[in-house]
């Protein structure tokens, strides 16, 4: 079984096990701060990864970090996943626990990636175009700088992409008139 599908299932046992106990906007919250922790540490990465690193060690470490601070269902899960062997699969999981939750409360990322920083009212339109077609009920925007672009915008929600930047028409253009179509 593959990392990622692995990480899906035990997103998915987790979110199913937090739901039942009406605790599944702490567990959202713990896992962001789980994956802020890892990504933030490589080193901390490197050990959960380290199959010599004792599992005692491992529990010893993620209680010392996050103990007081995530639900008791969280560090209890993160004991299990240590414990099976699977510890390697945490960073994986956060993720995946974040995604399943935007997914059942169908909230999207939206990436953005524009010449200048967008404005209010740009950011809105954004967010209301986005919702509208996508039938999302939250939209997060990840704004990202690219001054390659000269002008205008990339939207990028999940696996749909609309390129409105002004390197981009001045590409197609360059090549219709390659083409000798203009």
Do not use: C, H, W
Not at 77 to 93: E, H, I, W
Not at 121 to 129: D, G, K, P, Y
């Amino acid at each position: 079984m593959s990392e990622n599908k692995a990480a899906s299932r035990y997103a998915k046992s987790i979110i199913d096990l937090s739901i039942e106990n009406n605790a599944l906007e702490s567990l959202k919250n713990d896992m962001v701060l789980v994956e802020q922790v890892i990504d933030q540490n490589p080193e901390l990465e490197a050990i959960l990864k380290n199959p010599i690193v004792p599992q005692d060690k491992k529990i010893g470490i993620l209680e010392g970090l996050f103990a007081g601070k995530v639900d008791k269902i969280t560090i209890s899960f993160m004991k299990l996943m240590v414990n099976k062997g699977r510890s390697a699969l945490l960073f994986g999981t956060s993720k995946e626990v974040i995604a399943q939750y935007n997914s059942i409360k169908g909230i999207v990322t939206a990436d953005v990636t524009s010449a200048i920083p967008l404005t209010e009212s740009s950011r809105a339109e954004i967010i209301a175009i986005v919702k509208k077609e996508i039938g999302a009920n939250e939209v997060l925007i990840k704004e990202k700088i690219n001054a390659n672009l000269i002008g205008g915008f990339v939207l990028k929600v999940g696996d749909k992409q609309f390129d409105a930047s002004i390197s981009n028409g001045l590409n197609k253009l360059k090549k219709e008139f390659a083409q000798g179509v203009v």
